[in-house]
């Protein structure tokens, strides 16, 4: 390294020119006195003593003055290298409390060119996910994110997917137990989509993932207005074209959702056991300015499409219809508007 390089990195520790030169000559002589020091630095006598003071106190030399005349000891590089080490890491907790405090939103779009790259953000945001996952990925890669996916239905995450290019026939739905909720299989190819938690979106075309020296490229997005777009895109073209090869058992219950569909899904396959359930929902008026309400009823009727047979009247329709003390109301999920109440989460038990 060249001094001039060692000069710059030194002033990032936030020495001077003038403190570096006199720092250097310090380090050339290993132990001197001010005056040697000063003429070495081109500096007078009487800034040695003062930036050696200085230099000190940063633990970058040692000051004898119980001496006449004064010696000034350059400390060794791996104890002022070890020292401002420890400073840093002293640092940390506060820089670290400091960044997570100012931190901003990931990108909200994002053009990924590789392949590997792809695999592994699904992997990872697999990863990240609390409430709900939408996927669809062609079956021989499946294998690829399986264990995520697993991890994320034992976490309690409601898991929707759809493997494309395999014929439904040739799938054994034991295959999805533990890696979904509700899986299905469609014979011909299809993007590669995926949603989570309702803040995160990836689409990849099908080629980016089935080759790896592809051209294609996928997009990213972190934006609230956009993941339900492809949910819904998700739910309405590609989920009712595929066949149903897998529905999880239902859930033991009592139990509370935080995702409607999740809910959803299980109302229906206890309602499908002929097991009445009642529904505890915490939901806010469709339209309307008042706080959340909690409404309590036994589950008249269910609207959906997430496992066959579908009894919703358009594909992307969730909806509970209970019956209550005053009568029928119809509750959706998240930007429901034919609905009367909007759910914000949903406790369902059976109804004894």
Not at 65 to 92: F, K, W, Y
Not at 276 to 294: I, K, L, S, Y
Not at 306 to 328: C, I, K, M, Q, R
Request: include cysteine.
């Amino acid at each position: 390294m060249d001094d001039r390089t060692l000069s710059d990195l030194l002033r990032q520790f936030g020495l001077s020119e003038k403190e570096v030169d006199t720092y250097l000559a310090i380090l050339e002589q290993g132990e001197a006195k001010a005056s040697t020091i000063a003429d070495d630095a081109g500096v007078s006598k009487r800034y040695v003593y003062s930036t050696s003071e200085k230099l000190a106190e940063r633990g970058f030399v040692d000051v004898n003055d119980h001496v006449v005349p004064t010696m000034i000891r350059a400390n060794p590089p791996e104890q002022v290298i070890g020292t401002l080490s420890d400073r840093i890491e002293t640092m940390r907790p506060a820089l670290d409390e400091r960044f997570s405090a100012t931190t901003s939103d990931p990108d909200q779009f994002e053009v990924i060119k590789s392949r590997v790259t792809v695999i592994k953000r699904i992997e990872n945001c697999l990863a990240e996910a609390n409430e709900e996952i939408t996927l669809s990925i062609p079956y021989e890669h499946l294998p690829e994110v399986a264990n995520e996916l697993g991890a994320a239905v034992e976490r309690g995450v409601l898991v929707l997917l759809v493997v494309s290019g395999v014929n439904p026939d040739d799938i054994d739905e034991s295959e999805f137990e533990g890696i979904a909720s509700a899986a299905r299989a469609w014979r011909e190819p299809m993007p590669t989509t995926l949603t989570v938690d309702q803040r995160f979106g990836l689409v990849a075309p099908t080629e980016m993932i089935v080759r790896s020296n592809s051209d294609k490229q996928s997009i990213t997005f972190a934006q609230e207005q956009l993941v339900p777009v492809l949910v819904g895109s998700f739910l309405g073209n590609y989920w009712p074209m595929a066949n149903e090869v897998y529905a999880i058992a239902p859930a033991e219950l009592p139990r509370t959702f935080h995702d409607f569909r999740h809910a959803v899904l299980h109302a229906t396959l206890h309602r499908r056991g002929n097991y009445p359930v009642r529904a505890r929902v915490h939901a806010r008026q469709v339209g309307g300015e008042n706080g959340p309400v909690t409404i309590e009823g036994t589950i008249a009727a269910v609207r959906q499409g997430l496992v066959e047979p579908a009894s919703n009247a358009f594909p992307v329709e969730t909806a509970l219809v209970l019956e209550t003390e005053d009568g029928e109301v119809s509750i959706g999920g998240s930007g429901s508007f034919i609905e009367d109440f909007e759910a914000e989460d949903v406790t369902l038990e059976l109804d004894n």
